[in-house]
T-cell receptor, first 114, second 111 residues
């Protein structure tokens, strides 16, 4: 069964360092998303991406964050200068349909900023 | 602004019981509602998707209902098993791009 895959599963970094989280969405999906979940808190929307551009982003997704689809299969989230409060589980999701499609999530990348 | 809440926050039941998890949302203008399961430290597994025009969806021992006008959805789990122990999240799609999650119900099924 097709699935969303994410790497790395866990990354530890020093405050101020750049981090790139990678995702391979389901192959026939066209809509891609990043969500995050701080330990013990709700899953929060970060950004949606379609046709090689951002469709919508939340207030959390500031200038320190960026997304891209560099090669037609990977979908990446970059955090330029990590802060302690960026420590969270980051989930990638994809959907085949924009309005009514089911969201499929990856297993997540746990980011720990020291 | 859409707010999603879930009651109860935690639930512990003996194996074999039927149970109901509740989800409420404040704005009825939704595209769909999706129920997920999350095991500790793991990703989100989609359980059921209900479109805004539908009233319910069923998958095995799971049945989800949607009453859009009252802003409510329920997830019914029949004949609960220890393997059902997890956190259950509901999420509403409020725009083309954004899904808003509830805080989840942590379910423990005691053998």
């Amino acid at each position: 069964e097709p699935e969303v895959t994410q790497t790395p599963s866990h990354q530890v970094t020093q405050m101020g360092q750049e981090v790139i989280l990678r995702c391979v969405p389901i192959s026939n999906h066209l809509y891609f998303y990043w969500y995050r979940q701080i330990l013990g808190q709700k899953v929060e929307f970060l950004v949606s991406f379609y046709n090689n551009e951002i469709s919508e982003k939340s207030e959390i997704f500031d200038d320190q964050f960026s997304v891209e689809r560099p090669d037609g299969s990977n979908f990446t989230l970059k955090i330029r200068s990590t802060k302690l409060e960026d420590s969270a589980m980051y989930f990638c999701a994809s959907s085949r349909d924009k309005s009514f499609g089911e969201l499929f999530f990856g297993e997540g990348s746990r980011l720990t900023v020291l | 602004k859409q707010e999603v809440t879930q009651i109860p926050a935690a639930l512990s039941v003996p194996e074999g019981e039927n149970l109901v998890l509740n989800c409420s949302f404040t704005d009825s203008a939704i595209y769909n509602l999706q129920w997920f399961r999350q095991d500790p430290g793991k990703g989100l597994t989609s359980l059921l998707l209900i479109q805004s025009s539908q009233r319910e969806q069923t998958s095995g021992r799971l049945n989800a209902s949607l009453d859009k006008s009252s802003g409510r959805s329920t997830l019914y789990i029949a004949a609960s098993q220890p393997g059902d122990s997890a956190t259950y999240l509901c999420a509403v799609k409020t725009s083309y791009d954004k899904v808003i999650f509830g805080p989840g119900t942590s379910l423990s099924v005691i053998p």
